[in-house]
Structures are given as structure tokens and as C-alpha cells.
């Protein structure tokens, strides 16, 4: 039985650690691409101006909200911890080195070692693991030193083995080697309690202090204890019991209820000051990782975390949490409600539940959400309607019971639900659906169906007004709905005889007991006294003049809305309204007409997200009136490499001087164009804070406000410029200007010596200028006979010049008539040869056709003997002599003779050209290149030659080789080209 009671017990206990808050907080990652440094971060601080520093693997890191940089040891090696001395200097610890960070003249941080402090037989040691200031002093613990450093002089303690170092209530304790828990008193090392208080092997991790004297003390596999006084106590609770498994490494304490531990294994988790687990964060809940090598509080209660492989923060004490009902899914929220102590989340997935009890922040509830039995995908409506939960899904009409759902209506997808009267139960209700207004009677605490319905478009947007009820499309307008008292209601698109309508976003809304519409014109409101909207004088003056698309009125009268996945609110709490926005959910809520806004109280706010939910407490939210820091973190010179003038630090910690720099750095005129980084750490708050730069001297006044936190000022005139930049939040509130001084020195021309030197230089050129013109004077007395004379002579010589000139110009006249002549002749020339050759190549056409009737002739002189030679005609007669005297070819060969002539004169000896070149051509062959180049046909030059045309076709292959033309090169081209070749 005692084992089966503890087996329950455990098991109960391990339920209750699985689960977690129902809200969590947001959780920003830094990766190392980010920070540009190292993997692991051992240690994190926060200095006076909240800049955070992490010991790194490659370095010490700094970051102010906008920029890391990060600043290395001169050996190179990582930094394992880091401490903020009550000196304002920036303590670390690395292998083998100890020394400190401190501002430099020109604002950077510089290291300088406090190695040379150690004794020579010291000097060897490993890893530096804990850095504690205590007063004026500061202890680094490395595993077989401490090292003291006080007054610049550093004090040893040897021992076997140091294994932690810490402060309990500003005493300094520390755990060693057989020696046990001890504390540091009077320059010695005293044992804390007696050793019978503390396993002898039980290797500390964290020592965090408590309310009163007590302090919590977290070793990593012997349990937890409470530091009361000088006493030893056991600290043993389940959920802690659950949390020393997963090797606990280090805690932080957030505020007097709350401690937040870390571990190797699962990540951070946060305990209350009785043992209690309150959240856990972990690597499903958006962590890099759960293995986490430090942890650190800021002053804003926020968490930093450093991580195996990065930096995360956690902006725990942020207004603003998230809700993922379906964990690690992170599905798109679309509605919610409270109902029966239980909180309902309708997603994309389906709807989920969790239990919830009456805490002012539902947000710290630990509760698991579990999927409700029913349809899955979209949840458009989740509504109390006459005491029952009903769900709008794209699946029909619900109704929610005992973790399940019950259909009503299948019809179609349903959009929202409306009671008709004000006094509960309403026998009936209306439903938005796809296809437009379904009503439903309600009897006997069920819901039924009569058919009546008014369909149109899809009504996601509807307004009641008495007997009216009012239907929006975005795009297809605005329908009037007339409800009859059981007859079906008749229906009628809005006569939108004003012009009100918008092409887009129509949207319609009741808002203060008024019927408002809001679309790209602006926002009215229905008149019932004149049957139509007109522009609403009542919002008109508290919303913006933009586009509202979701407006919801909370119980406490205020406004809130969404235009352009922007969230607002219209405060109505004060004399006078106000509007609040929310820039850190900016782009992150839901859009296109799928808002949703659930304003249980002041202290939870439902924001559907893409991503689930947001829930902001409002109140928290309004709170914030802290002071907003502001500072300028680097100043450097515009394309110029190691420019930087000033790094963002000052050389004393007052609050005057981290506005306003006391030595103001001279710049020279060839590097006048300044870059200036700033930010305001702020980190919970970063995407809603904006600056508004000013430069003295220079801009006319203040900037507008921007996200943007660097500014470049190019090509600045000599002079002394002050450059101020502040910075404010989502209510407006400013911080104080940061300040910085700097002068652009003249360039070396406009300096007081250059101008000495100009007046020294002025002086000489007049006194230069007086005695030239005085002995100018003396000259041109003496000179002016002989400039009368010059000027005679002179005068001669022009008249000669103009003589010499006018017989030039004759000469040139003469020669021009000369080559106008030989010009004419030159045409004259030209048109007599065009002329000759016209005729003669009229003559070589005609000949040409003498050649062909010659040919002609031949072939019947040929045939004629044929004839004869098959007959018996007498060839000895005087008429066949006469026939054959007359066929005779002497003519036809002095025919050839005459055309060969012509040829040559129209082709340009082209015939001769050949012959001379090669010789070895027969006429036949000059008869066939001549006919060629001629471009006849092998058919025509057949006919002509009274040859076959395979007669022709050997004659060219003869020719080819005569003329020694290769295969590949065509002859007709040849021939035609060869005239110009050979010139």
C-alpha cells in the first residue's frame, strides 16, 4: 500500500511538472550568426546603463538592444565569466587570465590584464570560473586558486580544489576539497557551519538569496537546502525534487516569489519561494536549446539565458504573453471564450479546452489544453447563446457539451451567432453563415430549425438593430435584413444613394448600442430616424482616419480595433479618450477580415495571432511610465576603416556625463561625413520604441519619429555640431536626449594662419600693383613718340598686307576658273566613255546574236550533208555547191572573231586577260569561258556550240583542270571574278 500511495504520488507530481502555464512569455533568439561570436555564453551581466555583457567562447559580448559587439583578449582565448565591480569597471575571467574592462578616451572598451599582479609562482592556473566583487574587493576562483584583489595588490589562496564561489546575504562562501562550505572573514577562510549540516561531496551550483537572511542553495545531484543565518536546512519539494534530475547549473532570483534555475537537460523553470513550479522553459516552448550555462535577471525582470549555442531572452515581466493550444503546431487562433471555468481556443485545427481557476493573470495558470471530439479545421465562432456554448465551424452549427460536440445545423459553414432579444433566453437567435442569415428557435434549452432563413452572400459581419439586422460583404456591400416575427424576413440590398459604399472592406459593426459601418470612405453610423447612415460625428473624432476593419467594445466602454494588422484601443478610463497602440503585434495578429478581439478584463485580453493567441494584460500594459534610457553607441567616420571617434562609453559614471561628451573630439575636414549608431536598451520593448535625431547647426529641427536607430551626416561644413537623439515608447513617453559634441576642423585654406598668410599676400600684391603702375606710368611718357611712329609704320605695313592679300585673292580666282575647266572636260570625258561603252556594249549583244544565227547556219550546213550523204541527190551539181558556198563558215568564224572584240571591250579584255594568263586555252575553250561568264546554261551553250550537253559538261571538266580550279570552288564564280582578280 505505502508503495502504491508513493507510486501515485509521483505520478501526480510528474503531471503536474509536464504541464505548463497557459500563457507563456515571448522569447526572443539570438543564434551566433546574430552576435557574431562564439557558441557558449558562461555568464551574463547588466551594467548602470543596462547594456548586457556575456562571457563567450571567443570574447566578452556586449549588447544594447540594437548592436553587438564583441571585444577580444589579446591571447584570443573565450571569457568564462564576467562580474560588474561596484567600480563601474567590467570584471572577467578566462584560461590562465584575470584583468577588467574600462571606457578609453575615445569611448571604446579597453582591456588591461592583472596578471602581472600575480606572484610569479601563481601564475599558473586554469579556467576562471566565478568572478564576485564584494565591496571594494573582487574574488576570481579558478579550480586551485582564488585569487583577492584589493588596492591593486592580489592576494592567493591556494587549496586543492575550489568548486564554487558565491555570496549569501554579502557574505562570501565558497565550497573546498575536504574542507566543506566556507565562508571568507577577515582576509581568512572559516568554515560556514558544522560538516555534519552538508554532504561532504555535494558539488554547489547556485547560492540565490531569499526574503530575510535566508538564501537558496542548489547543488547538482545532492539536493537543494535553504542558507538561514549560519544554518544548513534540507530544502525538499517535489517539483524541486523533479528539477534536481535534470542537473540543475545556476538560478536567478526575479523577485521575492519567484527564482528562476536552469538546467543541462530541460531547460529554465521558475519556482516560488515555497518549492512550487510556476513555469518551465524549454526547447518545445521556443528555446534554442535546453541546455543552459547561465542565467541572468535584468532590472525589468526580464530573463537573458546563456545557452550551449546561443543567447536567448525571455521577456518574462513583458505585458504581452502568447497562448499555443496546440503546442508545438502553433496554429492560426481564430475565436475564444471563458465558459464554466474553462478556457476554449478555436484554431484552424479544431477547438481546444483548458481548466482555469479565478487568477487575476489566467496567463500563470498551469493547465493543459486538450483537443475537443468533434470536427477538425477552421473555428470561426465560439459564443455563449442562452447558456449553452455554441461553435460556428466551417462544418456547420455546433453546440459544446462534456468535452464534446453535438451538430444542430450542417447546412452550411456558420460565421457568428446573435440572440434577437436582449432578455435571456432569446426564443430565437440568428446565425451568419456562408449563404447569409439562418434563424433558429430556442425551446426547451434546445435549438431548432423552422427553415427560415435569408440567403444572399456569405454574412460574417451582422449588426441588430431592433427588427433590423444588417449583413456586410467587404466587396459586395450591405444588405438589409427586415425580421417579420416568424414569417421569413425579406431582404434587400443597402440603395447606397449617398455613395458610402466602398468598393473594398465594408465591415458593420455595433458599437455603444449605435450600428457602425467603417469602409475606405471613412465611418458612419445608421440614423433610424432617417433610414440611413451618415458620418459618424460621435467616432469620428476618437479613431484614426484610416481604414478600420474589427471594432469591439469591452465591458469597460473602451474601443478596440484593427486597420492593417495594426492592434488599438480607444481609452474611454480618462476625462479625455486616448489612443493606445500595440507595435509588438504589429504584422503578427490575424487579418483579412479574420480578426478577433476577446476582452474578458482588463488583465486578459484575447488576440487571435497567426500563431495562436496573444494575451495582454492591459493594465500591466498602461503601467509602464518607467524612464526610457536613450544613448548613443558608436560615432565613427564614414568610409574609413577604424574610424570610430567615440564608443559609446564615458570615462566617469555620472548621469550628466552619459548625455553630453567633455572633451569634444576635432575631426579633419577630409573626414566630414559622421555615422551615428544608437539604441535604447530597452530590450522587452524593442519593437515599440522610436527615435527623433536633431543635429544643431545643421537640420531645421527635430526628425519625424523612425524605427530606424542609425543616422549619416556627409559633407558637414567646418564648425562645432551637436547631435541629440531621443526616444519613446507605444504611449508617447520620450526619454531625455542623448547628447554629443564634435567639431569638423576647417581644411588647411580656411585656418587662421592660412588667412595670416592671405592678408601677408594681399599686402605684397598692392604694394606690387602701385610701383608697376607708376613706373607704367614714366614708360608711356617716354614711349609715346615712338607708339606714334609704330603705329605709322604699322598702318604702311596694313596697307601692304591688304595689297599682297588682294593680288592673292586674284591668284586664287585664276586657279579656281582653271580647275572648273579641267572638271568640265573631266565629265565631258566621262559621258563620252559611258557613252562608248553603252554602244559598245549594244554592239557586243548584237554580235553576240550574229554568233548564235552562225551557229545556226552551221548546223544546217551539217545537217544538209547529212542529208545528202542518205540520198541519192547528185552531190556534184551546181545547186548543192552553191548550198554549201553559202553555208560556208569563214563568215561564221570572222562572226566569232568580231563578237570576241566586243566581248572583250564590254568585259574588260576578259578574253585576252585568260589567254595571257594561261595559254594553253583552245578557242573552243575561250568560247565556253566566255559563255560561262555569260551565266548561260549548259543547254544554251549546247545549242550554240552544236554540241551535246554532256559535250558541254566534259568541256567544263577540261576547263577546270586547265584552268587548275579545286572541286570545291564553283566555275561560273570563278570566271565572273576573274577580271577583278587578276587586277
Given amino acids: 500500500m505505502r508503495k502504491l500511495l508513493l507510486t501515485i504520488l509521483s505520478l501526480s507530481v510528474l503531471n503536474g511538472f509536464t504541464q505548463n502555464t497557459i500563457a507563456l512569455p515571448g522569447i526572443i533568439n539570438y543564434p551566433k550568426q546574430i552576435y557574431n561570436a562564439g557558441t557558449q555564453n558562461w555568464k551574463i551581466v547588466q551594467d548602470k546603463k543596462g547594456i548586457i555583457y556575456a562571457a563567450n567562447d571567443e570574447g566578452l559580448l556586449s549588447f544594447d538592444g540594437s548592436f553587438w559587439k564583441k571585444y577580444t583578449l589579446p591571447g584570443g582565448t573565450g571569457v568564462r565569466s564576467v562580474a560588474i565591480g561596484n567600480d563601474g569597471r567590467i570584471y572577467i575571467g578566462s584560461q590562465g587570465e584575470i584583468g577588467f574592462f574600462e571606457p578609453g578616451r575615445n569611448g571604446n572598451l579597453q582591456y588591461r ?7 610569479e609562482s601563481d601564475k599558473d592556473f586554469t579556467d576562471i570560473w566565478d568572478v564576485v566583487p564584494v565591496g571594494n574587493e573582487v574574488f576570481f576562483r579558478a579550480f586551485r586558486k582564488i585569487f583577492q584583489l584589493e588596492n591593486d595588490r592580489i592576494t592567493v589562496f591556494g587549496n586543492p580544489a575550489w568548486s564554487f564561489l558565491g555570496l549569501h546575504h554579502n557574505k562570501l562562501i565558497s565550497k573546498a576539497w575536504q574542507k566543506g562550505l566556507l565562508q571568507f572573514q577577515n582576509g581568512t577562510w572559516a568554515p560556514f557551519s558544522q560538516p555534519d549540516y552538508f554532504p561532504e561531496k555535494a558539488e554547489i551550483t547556485a547560492i540565490v538569496p531569499l526574503t530575510g537572511d535566508s538564501s537558496l542553495l542548489l547543488t547538482k545531484h545532492h539536493g537543494s537546502y535553504i542558507l538561514k543565518g549560519e544554518e544548513i536546512i534540507p530544502f525538499n519539494t517535489p517539483d524541486l525534487r523533479l528539477i534536481n534530475e535534470k542537473n540543475p547549473y545556476s538560478a536567478a532570483v526575479i523577485d521575492k516569489n519567484q527564482i528562476a534555475i536552469i538546467t543541462n537537460l530541460a531547460g529554465c523553470f521558475v519556482i516560488n519561494d515555497k518549492g512550487e513550479l510556476i513555469q518551465r522553459l524549454s526547447k518545445q516552448d521556443g528555446l534554442q536549446s ?10 525589468k525582470k526580464n530573463i537573458w539565458l546563456g545557452l550551449d549555442n546561443g543567447i536567448d531572452f525571455i521577456a518574462y515581466n513583458n505585458a504581452i504573453k502568447h497562448i499555443y493550444p496546440d503546442y508545438q503546431e502553433h496554429s492560426a487562433g481564430k475565436a475564444a471564450i471563458i465558459y464554466k471555468d474553462h478556457l476554449y481556443i478555436g484554431t484552424s485545427n479544431g477547438v481546444y479546452q483548458a481548466g482555469i481557476s479565478s487568477q487575476p493573470d489566467l496567463g500563470l495558470i498551469k493547465s493543459k489544453f486538450e483537443l475537443i471530439k468533434g470536427p477538425k479545421g477552421q473555428v470561426w465562432n465560439l459564443s455563449e447563446l442562452n447558456g449553452q456554448l455554441v461553435m460556428g465551424h466551417n462544418d456547420g452549427f455546433f453546440v459544446i457539451e462534456n468535452g464534446a460536440t453535438k451538430m444542430i445545423d450542417s447546412s452550411s459553414g456558420f460565421w457568428t451567432f446573435q440572440p434577437l432579444s436582449n432578455v435571456a433566453p432569446s426564443s430565437v437567435v440568428l446565425a451568419g453563415t456562408y449563404n447569409g442569415l439562418n434563424f433558429y428557435n430556442f425551446q426547451n434549452g434546445r435549438f431548432t430549425n423552422p427553415e427560415i432563413h435569408a440567403h444572399f452572400e456569405s454574412a460574417r459581419f451582422v449588426a441588430i438593430d431592433n427588427n433590423i439586422a444588417w449583413a456586410a460583404h467587404p466587396y459586395k456591400g450591405l444588405y438589409k435584413i427586415t425580421m417579420n416575427g416568424g414569417v421569413t424576413p425579406t431582404k434587400e440590398p443597402y440603395k447606397d444613394t449617398k455613395g458610402i459604399l466602398s468598393h473594398n472592406n465594408n465591415h458593420i459593426f455595433k458599437v455603444k448600442s449605435r450600428v457602425i459601418l467603417s469602409n475606405d470612405k471613412g465611418i458612419f453610423e445608421y440614423n433610424a430616424k432617417t433610414g440611413d447612415f451618415e458620418p459618424s460625428r460621435f467616432l469620428r473624432d476618437m479613431l484614426p482616419k ?12 473602451n474601443i478596440w480595433f484593427v486597420h492593417d494588422r495594426h492592434l488599438g484601443v480607444v481609452d474611454l478610463s480618462t476625462k479625455q479618450p486616448r489612443i493606445i497602440y500595440f507595435p509588438e503585434l504589429n504584422g503578427k495578429i490575424t487579418g483579412n477580415g479574420l480578426e478577433y478581439i476577446y476582452p474578458y478584463n482588463n488583465s486578459n485580453i484575447f488576440i487571435a495571432a497567426e500563431e495562436g493567441f496573444y494575451l495582454l494584460n492591459y493594465d500591466l500594459y498602461k503601467q509602464f511610465k518607467e524612464e526610457i534610457p536613450i544613448q548613443i ?17 564615458f570615462n566617469k559614471e555620472s548621469e550628466q556625463q552619459q548625455l553630453i561628451n567633455e572633451e569634444v573630439p576635432e575631426i579633419n575636414y577630409a573626414w566630414n561625413s559622421i555615422h551615428f549608431d544608437y539604441s535604447s536598451p530597452l530590450y522587452g520593448k ?3 520604441i522610436e527615435y527623433a535625431y536633431f543635429l544643431e547647426d545643421f537640420d531645421n529641427g527635430w526628425s519625424a519619429w523612425t524605427k530606424k536607430n542609425e543616422k549619416d551626416y556627409t559633407y558637414l561644413s567646418p564648425g562645432t555640431y551637436t547631435f541629440k537623439v531621443k526616444a519613446r515608447t507605444h504611449e508617447g513617453q520620450e526619454s531625455k536626449a542623448a547628447v554629443y559634441r564634435f567639431t569638423i576642423l576647417a581644411p588647411w585654406y580656411r ?3 592660412a ?6 599676400l594681399g599686402m605684397l600684391a598692392i604694394y606690387t600693383i602701385y610701383k608697376w603702375q607708376k613706373k607704367k606710368f614714366i614708360l608711356q611718357q617716354h614711349l609715346h613718340d615712338e607708339e606714334r611712329k609704330r603705329m605709322e609704320y604699322l598702318h604702311q605695313l596694313e596697307i601692304e598686307k591688304h595689297q599682297e592679300e588682294q593680288k592673292q585673292l586674284m591668284y586664287l580666282h585664276q586657279l579656281e576658273l582653271e580647275r ?9 570625258n566621262e559621258k563620252l566613255q559611258s557613252e562608248i561603252q553603252v554602244k559598245n556594249t549594244e554592239l557586243a549583244s548584237t554580235t553576240f546574236n550574229l554568233v548564235q544565227k552562225g551557229e545556226m547556219l552551221m548546223k544546217v550546213k551539217e545537217e544538209f550533208v547529212r542529208m545528202k550523204k542518205s540520198s541519192e541527190i547528185d552531190k556534184d551539181t551546181d545547186d548543192y555547191k552553191k548550198i554549201l558556198r553559202m553555208l560556208g563558215d569563214d563568215k561564221m568564224k570572222k562572226n566569232w572573231e568580231q563578237f570576241a572584240v566586243h566581248f572583250d571591250k564590254v568585259h574588260s579584255n576578259f578574253l585576252v586577260s585568260l589567254k595571257s594568263i594561261y595559254p594553253n586555252l583552245t578557242a573552243s575553250d575561250l568560247k565556253l569561258c566566255a559563255y560561262l561568264r555569260l551565266n548561260l546554261t549548259s543547254k544554251e551553250i549546247a545549242q550554240i556550240m552544236n554540241i551535246t550537253i554532256k559535250g558541254v559538261e566534259l568541256g567544263r571538266h577540261r576547263l577546270r583542270k586547265k584552268l587548275g580550279i579545286q572541286p570545291d570552288v564553283n566555275l561560273v564564280n570563278f570566271l565572273l571574278n576573274f577580271h577583278s582578280e587578276i587586277n
Fill in 113 to 119: 590584464s592583472l596578471n602581472d599582479l600575480i606572484p
Fill in 290 to 299: 535546453n541546455n543552459i550555462l547561465s542565467v541572468f535577471i535584468d532590472r
Fill in 546 to 557: 484610416v481604414p478600420i476593419r474589427y471594432m469591439k467594445e469591452d465591458w469597460n466602454g
Fill in 633 to 649: 553607441s558608436d560615432v565613427r567616420i564614414v568610409n574609413k576603416k577604424d574610424s570610430t571617434i567615440f564608443g559609446g562609453y
Fill in 686 to 688: 524593442q519593437s515599440s
Fill in 751 to 753: 585656418t587662421s594662419w
Fill in 755 to 760: 588667412y595670416s598668410v592671405y592678408i601677408l
Fill in 820 to 828: 572648273n575647266e579641267k572638271e568640265i572636260i573631266r565629265l565631258q
